[in-house]
Nanobody, 117 residues
């Protein structure tokens, strides 16, 4: 079993920055993919960014150039540096981990990001 705990959300003005963290614990395989997803009220959950254990990254077009995903494999930590935040970035941000031949996946409980205009 895997547990994911996000932190770092909060209220910030447009143009500001936040750094989200996700602490992973439990039975974590050396090879996995971790990512950040978000869900705004009344909308479906969407991909923000993913990163493989080897460091390969993928970003949603809406955050390219503003957000940076990173990870520390020695500490089982995932990060999301968010710069130039916009009101449309307001959402509940979730951490996700996918691993194994059958692609088991796990979600954190989410951390709220609110960007005021």
């Amino acid at each position: 079993q895997v547990q994911l705990v996000e932190s770092g959300g909060g209220l910030v003005q447009a143009g500001g920055s936040l750094r989200l963290s996700c602490a992973a614990s439990g039975s974590i395989f050396r090879s996995n993919v971790m990512g950040w997803y978000r869900q705004a009220p009344g909308k479906q959950r969407e991909l923000v960014a993913t990163i493989t254990s080897a460091g390969g990254t993928n970003y949603a077009d809406s955050v390219k150039g503003r957000f940076t995903i990173s990870r520390d494999n020695t500490k089982n930590m995932l990060y999301l540096q968010m710069n130039s935040l916009k009101p449309e970035d307001t959402a509940l941000y979730y951490c996700k981990l996918v691993q194994g031949w059958n692609k088991n996946y796990y979600w954190g409980q989410g951390t709220q990001v609110t960007v005021s205009s």
